[in-house]
């Protein structure tokens, strides 16, 4: 079992920056893919970033100059910097992990932007 534990949402005014967290702990294989989703309401959950274990990256469009992801291997953590906040980004982020053929979730961080 794989345990995700979020952290660093809460409440920006719009062009202000967040720094979100997820501590991942349990059997986790070394390969693996990590990944922040979100989820507005009334949408449907979607890919904000992934980053692999050998540090590959892919951002969805919408975030893609604005948003950093990183991971430290190590401590098993991943992160995401959001820089220029919109009213858009507004949504619950949840972290994932993809290891040994399973997917797990976090619990999900609420963002609000505010206008």
């Known amino acids: 079992q794989v345990q995700l534990v979020e952290s660093g949402g809460g409440l920006v005014q719009a062009g202000g920056s967040l720094r979100l967290s997820c501590a991942a702990s349990g059997r986790i294989f070394s390969f693996n893919t990590m990944g922040w989703y979100r989820q507005a309401p009334g949408k449907e959950r979607e890919l904000v970033a992934l980053i692999t274990s050998g540090a590959s990256i892919n951002y969805a469009d919408s975030v893609k100059g604005r948003f950093t992801i990183s991971r430290d291997n190590a401590k098993n953590t991943l992160y995401l910097q959001m820089n220029s906040l919109r009213p858009e980004d507004t949504a619950i982020y949840y972290c994932?992990?993809?290891?040994?053929?399973?997917?797990?979730w976090g619990q999900g961080t609420q963002v609000t932007v505010s206008s």
């Open positions: 994932n992990i993809q290891t040994l053929g399973r997917a797990y």
